[in-house]
C-alpha cells in the first residue's frame, strides 16, 4: 500500500505503457480497492440495515480466486509437489483470501490518518565475498 501512496504520480504517468498501466489498475483494484469498499458497503449496511451492494462482486472475486487455485493444484509442477485441492484445502485457501477483507481497510485507514513512519532507505549490501556460517 505505502507504494502506491508514494509512486502513485508515477505508476499513473507515461512512463508505463498503457498495458502495463491497465495491470496495474486491475491488480491495485482487486488486492486494495475491492477490500476497502467491500468492507465500506459491510459497515454501511450493518448500520443501515440494508443488504450489502458490492458482496456479489467480493464473492465472484473469492470465486475466481478459488478456480484458479484448484486449477493451480491439478497442474503438474517442476518444484516440490503440490498439496491435491481438496475441499478443505480449498476452504483454508478462500479463508485465507478473507483476512486481506479486514487487513487492507484497517492499513488503508490507519495509514490515511495516522502520520507515515515509515522511511525507505537504501539496503546497505557488504560486496561479493561470502562469511562463513558460525554455529
Excluded: N
Aim: proline share 8%; with cysteine; hydrophobic share 50%.
Amino acid at each position: 500500500m505505502q507504494r502506491f501512496f508514494d509512486y502513485w504520480p508515477i505508476l499513473t504517468s507515461s512512463q508505463l505503457t498503457f498495458p502495463q498501466r491497465m495491470d496495474l489498475a486491475c491488480f491495485f483494484l482487486l488486492q486494495y480497492g475491492l477490500p476497502v469498499v467491500s468492507f465500506a458497503d459491510l459497515s454501511t449496511s450493518l448500520i443501515s440495515r440494508t443488504v450489502p451492494v458490492y458482496w456479489p462482486l467480493s464473492i465472484v472475486a473469492f470465486s475466481v480466486s478459488g478456480v484458479a487455485y484448484w486449477r493451480g493444484c491439478r497442474s503438474g509442477s517442476e518444484g516440490p509437489l503440490i498439496p491435491s485441492a481438496g475441499p478443505l484445502a480449498l476452504m483454508v485457501s478462500i479463508a485465507y483470501l478473507m483476512h486481506w477483507f479486514v487487513v487492507i481497510p484497517w492499513v488503508t485507514l490507519k495509514m490515511s490518518l495516522l502520520p507515515k513512519r515509515l522511511i525507505w532507505a537504501k539496503t546497505i549490501h557488504g560486496g561479493g565475498e561470502q562469511q562463513p556460517i558460525q554455529a
